[in-house]
């Protein structure tokens, strides 16, 4: 009876996350698909609703996470790797690790306040790409240590005791038995902190990221935008044309992030085939 029970209660609350994504999901392609199309891409934002369109905001949010996804796996998988392969298993070692775990519930809001005293006015980097992707760093680093030092944590100690058999360096035990076979599980993680990094918009306006922009970001020290940003700015226009606007940006949003979703799947089905 008690397993029915629970069986049911957590279908019903899987049940109500799904439909309430479904109502949404329907309700933004309703409203913003007849506004989709090449103009909407190739168009810069303007104050005539049928003349706007998400270039500038797409290609600063492209711009943003090519820039920030490098520098967060790199980052993030490094220090995985030492604190889980290299560091000693003490109290000092817990203590970063505990507050590695705390920083990865801190508001959004705090690291764009610290992204613009040390990026934007600290190293002079202004309103650019490059302070956004720094700060867009901090903000996800977090999540992607814990998910990768999860992930190599997952790796059974035999496969390691075989290498150093073979004669096979740390290193070389890392590098060639530990991160191919945990590589899922890091990619798992970091796409869900892109995902993140993708629709976040508070720390982005805290260091400088302007809400109208008519030109694209050539390099990473050019002033920039993102998509979260450009919706935000169309549903506080009081024309409905704009609320329709802001639906269809969340379409190329979506479809930006399920591109990411889908690469990150591929190449994890590609690491595990070859495990297997």
Partial sequence: MMNRLAHGLFFLATLVGVVVLGILLFDIVNTGWK????DLLNNFASRFPEKSGVKAALWGSIWL????APLTFIFGVGAAIFLEEYAKKNWF??????NISNLAGVPSIVFGIL????????????QSVLTGALTMTLLILPIVIVAAREAIASVPSSLRQASYA?????????SRVVLPYSMPGILTGTILALSRAIGETAPLIMVGAVT??????????????????QIFTWTGLPKAEFQELAAAGIIVLLAILLTMNALAIFLRNKYQRRDG
């Fill in 35 to 38: 506004w989709v199309s090449a």
């Fill in 65 to 68: 996470i090519a820039v920030t």
């Fill in 93 to 98: 070692s817990r203590l970063i690790q505990l």
């Fill in 115 to 126: 992204g613009l005293t040390i990026f934007a006015r600290g190293m002079n980097l202004g």
């Fill in 166 to 174: 073979m004669g096979a360096s740390r290193w070389q035990t890392i």
């Fill in 212 to 229: 109208f922009i008519y030109f694209t970001p050539g390099n990473v020290f050019d002033p920039f935008t993102v998509l979260p940003i």
